[in-house]
């Protein structure tokens, strides 16, 4: 699998933008997918993440505290593409940001980055006051 992040630039805080990331491969619908950060002088975080897809059962997502109520991770498996829409950007949200696909099923580790088995070379975002 192979991913492709974009979308990242600089914005004024409060702001929006929003970020894409392409999958090549056949099993996109079934990986769950994340974001993550890295931010100057920190360590990477997890942002977001949603569980794979299947026509019976709705999506999981989960978000880090520090995004909660702004940011949105969703998928759409007919474009292998996983977003993330940003809204009320703040300075702290500028960061490199990533996106990971998770071969393994299991939704509990998927804020962990060592549960992830391929990775996007990142997108810079940076908020400015």
């Known amino acids: 699998v192979q991913l492709q992040a974009s979308g990242g630039g600089l914005v004024q805080a409060g702001g929006s933008l929003r970020l894409s990331c392409v999958a090549s491969?056949?099993?996109?619908?079934?990986?769950?997918m994340g974001w993550f950060r890295r931010a100057p002088g920190k360590e990477r975080e997890s942002v977001a993440a949603?569980?794979?897809?299947?026509?019976?059962?709705?999506?999981?997502?989960s978000y880090a505290d520090s995004v909660k109520g702004r940011f949105t991770i969703s998928r759409d498996n007919a474009k292998n593409t996983v977003y993330l829409q940003m809204n009320s950007l703040k300075l702290e949200d500028t960061a490199i940001y990533y996106c990971?696909?998770?071969?393994?099923?299991?939704?509990?580790?998927?804020?962990?980055?060592?549960?992830?088995?391929?990775w996007g070379l990142g997108t810079l975002v940076t908020v400015s006051s």
């Open positions: 491969g056949r099993t996109f619908s079934t990986s769950i």
């Open positions: 990971a696909a998770m071969s393994s099923p299991l939704y509990g580790g998927s804020q962990i980055p060592g549960s992830y088995d391929y």
């Open positions: 949603v569980s794979w897809s299947a026509g019976w059962m709705p999506e999981r997502t």
